[in-house]
């Protein structure tokens, strides 16, 4: 019998940069079962997505069992930056920001946000994605097989992993009164 393993997947909902804050929303999953949910949030264009990703999992109840941190790309609510190797070390958990599409280069969006430097900074710190099971991911503290085996665990519709299509679905209804697809 295979061990089912626990995800905690996050994504923003918010509706436009001129908004201030904007919902962080967590999805815990065991393999593709929903299991629960974590709230905050964050900043447009901010620099608080890491601490409030950090919180959130450290404070879950399901924070022992928690396989494998899941972010729905590298970018929250505009350029609020994840820092997956400090959610990583502060977390002791495996991280991996996942996107259906290939990365554009975030450098005009830093500098459009105020701080390029520092959002840089944070970018480059997670290295280049790379391409795994039809998604491109950048990941810490686990190898590429382990996010393969991770990927896989946890997929059951279309690319993404399901902890990130339901957040997605749940701040995207939280943040436009409906859901969007995921």
């Known amino acids: 019998m295979q061990k089912i393993w626990r995800f905690v997947g996050f994504d923003d909902g918010f509706t436009s940069l001129s908004c201030r804050r904007a919902h962080l929303v967590g999805c815990i999953t065991a393999g593709c079962r929903v299991e629960g949910f974590v709230y905050s949030q964050i900043d447009v264009d901010g620099f608080d997505v890491t601490e409030k990703i950090v919180k959130l999992v450290n404070e879950s109840k399901y924070c022992r069992q928690i396989k494998c941190v899941m972010l729905y790309s590298i970018t929250f609510a505009g350029m609020n930056v994840a820092d997956i190797v400090e959610i990583h070390e502060l ?17 005009k969006p830093a500098v459009k946000a105020g701080n390029a430097e520092r959002r840089i900074e944070i970018l480059k710190k997670a290295g280049k994605p790379l391409k795994i099971e ?6 810490a503290g686990c190898s590429v097989e382990e996010a393969r085996n991770f990927i896989r665990a946890s997929t ?27």
């Open 91 to 107: 977390t002791e958990k495996p991280v991996m920001a996942v996107t259906k599409k290939h990365t554009k280069s975030l450098e």
């Open 134 to 139: 039809d998604v491109e991911v950048h990941i």
């Open 156 to 182: 059951c519709i279309g690319k993404i992993p399901e902890c990130l299509r339901i957040a997605h679905l749940v701040a995207s209804a939280l943040a436009y009164g409906e859901s969007k697809k995921a």
